[in-house]
T-cell receptor
């Protein structure tokens, strides 16, 4: 079975540009998470969806960041406008059953570089 | 949010040697998870420990949960190059939120 799919795997953009990261969770999973990983701050939860509804977005850094989950098989994380400090690896993860109490399965990540 | 401290930050050893990495907190964990993240990939769950004093084994990996549930260790016996990666500990602060330590980067030289 396919795991969590993320695209693109690498993204290089210039400051001020809009960036959209995409995620396809594992089929049947109803919880989806977006994380950001940096050397300075480690792995941090940005936002959590359950049954396509955002439950906790307290980790979203600022209004430049937004996330959507229009259906059970697709989610996006958008940064507009992007800044160099947004450079990081962004992971999507999914799990089954409500509350995410089951194991979270991580995608391979998108490495974002903002010049 | 519980602050998880992992040590050492980096560890480089020769194939066949043993290693131990640690995860500590000033607070009591309800449970603790260990993940391994290989270069260019996402973290993968290795084990969850729940009971104080618990020991779990996964092939050459031994996970120990402290009696007071404030610390945990991961011991690898006869390390192999395939064990190279970032080892992360994590704990749940609620029913969905994982808080991760900074990790230990392990390099096993052939």
């Amino acid at each position: 079975d396919a795991g969590v799919i993320q695209s693109p795997r690498h993204e290089v953009t210039e400051m001020g540009q809009e960036v959209t990261l995409r995620c396809k969770p594992i089929s049947g999973h109803n919880s989806l998470f977006w994380y950001r990983q940096t050397m300075m701050r480690g792995l941090e939860l940005l936002i959590y969806f359950n049954n396509n509804v955002p439950i906790d977005d307290s980790g979203m850094p600022e209004d430049r960041f937004s996330a959507k989950m229009p259906n059970a098989s697709f989610s996006t994380l958008k940064i507009q406008p992007s800044e160099p400090r947004d450079s990081a690896v962004y992971f999507c993860a999914s799990s089954s059953r409500g509350g995410g109490s089951n194991e979270q399965f991580f995608g391979p990540g998108t490495r974002l570089t903002v010049l | 949010t519980q602050l998880l401290e992992q040590s050492p930050q980096f560890l480089s050893i020769q194939e066949g040697e043993n290693l131990t990495v640690y995860c500590n907190s000033s607070s009591v964990f309800s449970s603790l998870q260990w993940y391994r993240q290989e270069p260019g990939e996402g973290p993968v769950l290795l084990v969850t420990v729940v009971t104080g004093g618990e020991v779990k084994k996964l092939k050459r990996l031994t996970f120990q949960f402290g009696d007071a549930r404030k610390d945990s260790s991961l011991h690898i016996t006869a390390a192999q190059p395939g064990d190279t990666g970032l080892y992360l500990c994590a704990t749940r602060s609620n029913d969905y939120k994982l808080s991760f330590g900074a990790g230990t980067t392990v390099t096993v030289r052939a």
